[in-house]
Nanobody, 124 residues
Framework: QVRLVESGGGLVQAGGSLRLSCAAS????????MGWFRQAPGKDREFVAS????????DYADSMRGRFTVARDNAKNTMWLQLNSLKPEDTAVYYC?????????????????WGQGTQVTVSP
């Protein structure tokens, strides 16, 4: 069993930055990919970014590439998502996820564990 706890969300003006954290407990995550998804009101949960178990591989949704950066530290069982140049359309609840295999890195139905989410609100 794995427990994921996100933090770092908040209210920021457009163009601002936030850094989200995901702390994992229950077992080590050094052998699994991890990722971030988000869900805006009235919309489906969508892929944001993912990172391989070693951290050597990353993947981003097209609209986030160049603005968001994902990183992890397996020794600390922690993953981060740096959000820069935020836009009002980035407003959503951001969820941390454990992905069982890198080939499923964009597929929310393949996620084995979810965090409870952290709210990011970007004002115009």
């Amino acid at each position: 069993q794995v427990r994921l706890v996100e933090s770092g969300g908040g209210l920021v003006q457009a163009g601002g930055s936030l850094r989200l954290s995901c702390a994992a407990s229950g077992r080590t995550l050094g052998s699994t990919a991890m990722g971030w998804f988000r869900q805006a009101p009235g919309k489906d949960r969508e892929f944001v970014a993912s990172i391989s178990w070693s951290g050597a591989l990353t993947d981003y949704a097209d609209s986030m590439r160049g603005r968001f950066t994902v990183a992890r530290d397996n020794a600390k069982n922690t993953m981060w998502l740096q959000l820069n140049s935020l836009k009002p359309e980035d407003t959503a609840v951001y969820y941390c996820a454990v992905i069982p295999n890198w080939i499923y890195r964009r597929e929310r139905i393949r996620v084995t564990y979810w965090g409870q989410g952290t709210q990011v609100t970007v004002s115009p």
